[in-house]
């Protein structure tokens, strides 16, 4: 039997502001994208469970390219399995727009395509059924 919650997907996109450049290059660190991971997590069991669940773990993280200030990130979450209190989820974050100061200050352009950034998998509990 097929659960319809499965295959559901969430997509957020945030600018990251030069104020969360941890390293040269303008570098931003892996853990701004698990911080996004969250908050589109929460949005997928507010959506599957009408609670905001609770993060237990991640089964695997890659770190595939650089995340730097001046991006804009496209985080995507879609349930790949439904337990009985858990959900299994894949994560993908994706610089969609990347800031080009070496142009000009405030020069950005388009990624066509994105560049993968981050993927995870991980599982979040949500409370039993009343």
């Known amino acids: ?27 931003v660190d892996g853990a701004y994208a698990l ?8 949005e997928v069991c507010i959506r599957t469970d009408g609670d905001e669940g609770l993060f237990a ?3 695997d993280v890659q770190f595939r390219s ?3 200030a001046g991006d804009v990130l496209e985080v995507t979450a879609t349930v790949t399995r439904v337990g009985t209190r858990s959900r299994t989820i894949d994560f993908e974050a994706r610089v ?4 080009r ?7 950005a ?19 039993p059924p009343a």
Request: aromatic share 8%.
């Open 66 to 68: 650089a995340m730097r």
């Open 1 to 27: 039997m097929s659960d319809s919650r499965v295959g559901l997907t969430v997509t957020h996109r945030r600018y990251v502001p030069y104020s969360h450049a941890h390293y040269a290059g303008n570098l």
């Open 57 to 59: 773990s991640y089964s």
């Open 35 to 42: 911080g996004l991971f969250g908050d589109v997590a929460t």
């Open 101 to 107: 100061p070496e142009r000009s200050e405030s020069a």
């Open 109 to 127: 352009e388009v990624l066509d395509p994105p560049i993968v950034a981050v993927t995870a998998t991980g599982t979040v509990v949500v409370p």
């Open 96 to 99: 969609v727009c990347r800031g």
